[in-house]
């Protein structure tokens, strides 16, 4: 019993990490330029018992969330007409650089959000993202502007990995390069349309979908919980 006991609850904990990669999933419906992300399970290690008269079983250890994977098809176009905001249609992602709380200095994150503004200096504009983060072009340089001059399209650098599923979530909806994804290649002839964003990718059909079936399977796990406790306790009664 013990077994199933430890199945069960590797499948609560692993359904309950689901569910709430879902429910941030529905919580950025809204949001330009996310990506959805979905819970990858993994089966634990067999191990081989006795199942009389000379037959071996193999009996399972329950299952856990492996990682967590990102859908990055193309999400659909909103309308802005503002020149400052951008759009990647296709690969690629644009690159911004800040700080963090953490005191860890400058990173330079990726994302589809093209949600951008003008950050002014004296004569010098500065192309920044909704949290302030510097835009950087095709060289890994900031965007700088003089003067009367405009954003456009070919001034934004768009960047891509050998491996974009390599890449790290850090929140935001941005992420960061790892040995994994990668080195970060500008884009020779990126496709970015002005005074559009990408539309989020999250399907709520789909996510309620998923969401169903991640109940169904945690309430199944918990009743295979109660149930092994019931039968613990009739056991224990017996001796």
Do not use: W
């Not at 809204?30 to 079983?57: C, I, W």
């Not at 500008?186 to 005074?195: D, L, M, T």
Request: proline share 2%; aromatic share 8%; glycine share 12%.
């Amino acid at each position: 019993m013990i077994r199933g006991f430890y199945a069960a609850r590797s499948g609560v904990l692993g359904q309950q990490q689901n569910m709430n990669t879902i429910a941030n999933n529905f919580a950025n419906i809204g949001t330009m330029g996310y990506k959805p992300q979905q819970a990858a399970f993994s089966t634990l290690l067999y191990a081989k018992v006795h199942g009389g008269a000379g037959v071996m079983l193999d009996t399972g250890h329950g299952s856990r969330v492996e990682h967590t994977a990102v859908n990055y098809a193309q999400g659909g176009l909103a309308t802005t007409d503002l020149p400052t905001d951008m759009a990647i249609i296709g690969e690629g992602f644009f690159a911004v650089m800040g700080g963090e709380d953490d005191g860890s200095g400058e990173n330079i994150f990726y994302t589809r959000d093209g949600q951008f503004k003008y950050s002014v200096d004296g004569d010098t504009k500065y192309l920044v993202d909704a949290n302030g983060y510097y835009v950087l072009d095709a060289s890994g340089a900031q965007i700088q502007l003089t003067g009367d001059a405009e954003i456009t399209p070919a001034s934004v650098g768009v960047f891509k990995f050998p491996n974009r599923h390599g890449l790290s979530l850090s929140g935001s909806n941005r992420l960061l390069a790892t040995e994994v994804s990668g080195e970060a290649e500008a884009v020779e002839q990126p496709y970015v349309k002005a005074g559009c964003l990408e539309r989020s990718g999250v399907s709520a059909a789909a996510e309620m979908v998923r969401m169903i079936e991640s109940q169904r399977a945690f309430s199944f796990n918990t009743r295979v919980l109660t149930t092994i406790d019931e039968m613990d306790d009739v056991a224990n009664q017996m001796r």
